[in-house]
């Protein structure tokens, strides 16, 4: 535990560090850039990022020339979240223990400012000259894919046409595996392509995403109903309140539980016999149990 921690704590370090790069300098724009920094640099896990390194690092690749494609993706998913929490989605007040983006800049330089991360991060990795042109190429295919209409954009939109409908268990899990589990997946393919891993490796990393993006959901359903607000840095019940089918709802909460360390064992069973796979595995066993 005490080597994850210290892990984690160091590659998100180095994450900060590199995201507070990405803008510097830049002549202003009103408050855009503003705006897009005080989203992304508002901390969180940093887990999509950490992966990708995690992963470049499990398959023996340079975590420095993999650091612009744990970048990217982390602009993407801090774009999501400025978008999902727009009056027109989610409309919350409260992301990471601070007022969401459009609370303070207002909602027209916030969907800018989710639009600016999304674009900036394609050209994060057409700049990514530690890598070679095909290694770029196939990053920026990968996260187009995850972050558009087949991946998490598609989830949001089933997500949207789920409120005051109930789900089916099927249904919801197509939902998770597109507005969550893609964005992971990816990750942790970024991580695979940086490292030029073989295909061996990636379908068991790709394995190993699939099931922690899903346990990573349902544990979310699971705090949305038994945390707090200043535990989550978020608002609680805002699923329920929207009338939105969750796992919890279907299956309640014992349940969710066992599944998720179902799913986080499988994940982990997923990495056997890869060397130096251990602190995946033991992140993806923490995760079960997280609490925030």
């Not at 508002?42 to 999509?48: F, T």
């Not at 674009?119 to 890598?131: D, E, K, M, N």
């Not at 295919?141 to 954009?153: F, I, N």
């Not at 046409?161 to 970024?190: V, Y």
């Amino acid at each position: 535990m005490k080597a994850l921690k210290e892990r984690l704590a160091s590659d998100a370090t180095v994450i900060e560090a590199s995201l507070r790069q990405i803008f510097a300098g830049l002549p202003p724009r009103g408050d855009i850039y503003p705006a897009m920094e005080y989203s992304l640099l508002a901390g969180g896990k940093r887990l999509r990022p950490i992966l990708t390194l995690e992963c470049c690092r499990l398959c023996g690749g340079d975590v420095e020339a993999a650091l612009p494609l744990a970048c990217a993706v982390e602009m993407v998913h801090t774009y999501s979240l400025i978008h999902d929490d727009l009056p027109a989605m989610d409309n919350d007040d409260l992301r990471r223990g601070k007022p969401t983006n459009h609370k303070v800049f207002g909602e027209t330089t916030a969907i800018l400012a989710g639009d600016g991360l999304l674009t900036a991060a394609f050209g994060v990795i057409a700049g990514a000259f530690a890598l070679s042109e095909s290694q770029r190429l196939a990053a920026i295919q990968a996260l187009s894919a995850a972050a558009g209409p087949r991946g998490m954009v598609g989830g949001q939109m089933l997500d949207m046409d789920g409120e005051d409908r109930a789900l089916s268990r099927s249904e919801l899990e197509e939902l998770q595996s597109l507005k969550t589990g893609a964005l992971i997946g990816c990750a942790t393919h970024l991580g695979c392509i940086a490292a030029g891993a073989d295909e061996k490796t990636r379908q068991a990393v790709e394995g190993y995403a699939q099931r922690l993006g899903l346990a990573f959901q349902v544990r979310d359903d699971i705090l949305d109903v038994t945390s707090t607000t200043e535990e989550l840095g978020k608002p609680i019940g805002s699923d329920a309140e929207q009338g939105k089918t969750t796992f919890v709802t279907l299956l309640g909460l014992e349940e969710c539980q066992r599944w998720v360390e179902k799913l986080s064992c499988e994940a982990c069973a997923c990495l056997e016999g890869l060397a130096g796979a251990e602190l995946l595995q033991e992140l993806a066993q923490t995760l079960a149990s997280r609490e925030n």
